[in-house]
Each structure stands twice: as C-alpha cells, then as structure tokens.
C-alpha cells in the first residue's frame, strides 16, 4: 500500500492498487490511470506523481 499525505505531511489514507482507501481502511475511491473517482463514479480529479490535484481547485 501507498500512503497518502495531507498538506501537513500527515497519512490521511492509503493507495491499495486501484482503490483509494480512508484511514479505516474504507473505499472512498478508485484510481484508473491518472484519474481518481468517487464511490458513485464522479470525476474528482488526477493523481500524479503521488499527489491528488482536484477538478475544483
């Protein structure tokens, strides 16, 4: 697993595969290629180079 950090540098979650996950270890997402998408399938926007970058700024 990857982690994912906040702007602070903390883990707010974690990369397993395809699926983006909360610090429970719940689904909050999917990765496919460069693009992360929620639960219900909305665009939410990139991941690259280990960073998110949203759709909304």
Known sequence: MTPVFDRRGRVCG????????????????????????SRRGHTLGHFSDGFFRVEHG
């Open 14 to 37: 974690w990369i397993a595969s395809d699926r983006v996950l909360d610090l429970r270890g719940q689904t909050i997402g999917w990765v496919h290629g460069t693009h992360f998408f």
